[in-house]
């Protein structure tokens, strides 16, 4: 996997049509910003109610990915969201590159080994460390196919640390993750920066649901490209 630093332009998108997995429509706005590495997200959408998220993005191989959780949850980081994308190899293993607030704009590394050939659904051993080479506790980890998405739960001694939900694109599982009991999305837009209008397309899931959402978006003005 490559990170890349050009696949965004920083600022306000406005929402010009979107979907619930359910079928809703909404309205709203999307703000990003750099953050060494890694990108912080902000979101506001309207509905029956208005509803603000943040989370954090990152730039790979060409595409953008980003997690999201309710306002009320991220002032605590203990309870902020993070988000991994992992290269599916088919091999048993999942390198991985993540990020979290605390990781402060530094991308960490990580790898998932014994784990199934031919598929991603199994369970693996997961090994993560931060950009600095800080090691964490070896993880057990398992995936399940829910519908269109994955779900994605890491353990410590058989007690449950994180869950997440997923999607996968391509050799790309992109998932974003969170304590038990935080609610966590995770959201994936392709980039059109061509015309007059930088445009987002995309889609995304979350942990109450085993179909996709989707969203469009085009970029305030004025505008500039990173």
Same mark, same amino acid.
């Given at each position: 996997?490559?990170?890349? $630093?050009?696949?965004?332009?920083?600022?306000?998108?406005?929402?010009? #049509?979107?979907?619930? %997995?359910?079928?809703?429509?909404?309205?709203?706005?999307?703000?990003?910003?750099?953050?060494?590495?890694?990108?912080?997200?902000?979101?506001?959408?309207?509905?029956?109610?208005?509803?603000?998220?943040?989370?954090?993005?990152?730039?790979?191989?060409?595409?953008?990915?980003?997690?999201?959780?309710?306002?009320?949850?991220?002032?605590?980081?203990? !309870?902020?969201?993070?988000?991994?994308?992992?290269? =599916?190899?088919?091999?048993?293993?999942?390198?991985?590159?993540?990020?979290? %607030?605390?990781?402060?704009?530094?991308?960490?590394?990580?790898? #998932?080994? $014994?784990?199934?050939? $031919? !598929?991603?659904?199994?369970?693996?051993?997961?090994?993560?460390?931060?950009?600095?080479?800080? $090691?964490?506790?070896? @993880?057990?980890?398992?995936?399940?196919?829910?519908?269109?998405?994955?779900?994605?739960?890491?353990?410590?001694?058989?007690? *449950? *640390?994180?869950?997440?939900?997923?999607? @996968?694109?391509?050799?790309?599982?992109?998932?974003?993750?969170? %304590?038990?009991?935080?609610?966590?999305?995770? =959201?994936?837009?392709?980039?059109? &920066?061509?015309?007059? #209008?930088?445009?987002?397309?995309?889609?995304?899931?979350? &942990?109450?649901?085993?179909?996709?959402?989707?969203?469009? *978006?085009?970029?305030?003005?004025?505008?500039?490209? *990173?």
């Amino acid at each position: 996997m490559r990170l890349t $630093n050009v696949s965004l332009v920083p600022g306000t998108w406005t929402v010009e #049509s979107a979907k619930t %997995p359910e079928g809703k429509s909404y309205a709203g706005t999307f703000n990003a910003s750099k953050e060494g590495e890694a990108w912080r997200c902000e979101w506001k959408i309207v509905w029956d109610e208005t509803r603000c998220y943040t989370g954090v993005g990152l730039s790979i191989d060409g595409m953008f990915v980003a997690s999201r959780g309710p306002l009320e949850y991220q002032y605590d980081t203990s !309870q902020s969201v993070g988000i991994v994308v992992y290269n =599916v190899l088919l091999d048993g293993t999942l390198p991985a590159h993540w990020y979290h %607030p605390d990781l402060k704009g530094k991308v960490g590394s990580g790898v #998932s080994i $014994n784990g199934p050939k $031919n !598929q991603i659904v199994g369970n693996y051993i997961a090994d993560y460390k931060t950009a600095e080479g800080e $090691n964490f506790e070896t @993880l057990k980890k398992r995936i399940t196919k829910k519908g269109s998405t994955y779900y994605i739960e890491w353990l410590l001694n058989g007690n *449950l *640390l994180y869950y997440g939900i997923g999607m @996968l694109f391509k050799n790309r599982l992109v998932v974003g993750w969170a %304590p038990p009991g935080i609610p966590v999305e995770i =959201v994936k837009y392709d980039v059109d &920066l061509t015309s007059d #209008s930088p445009r987002l397309s995309g889609a995304w899931a979350c &942990l109450k649901s085993d179909t996709v959402g989707y969203e469009k *978006l085009t970029k305030m003005l004025p505008f500039d490209i *990173l």
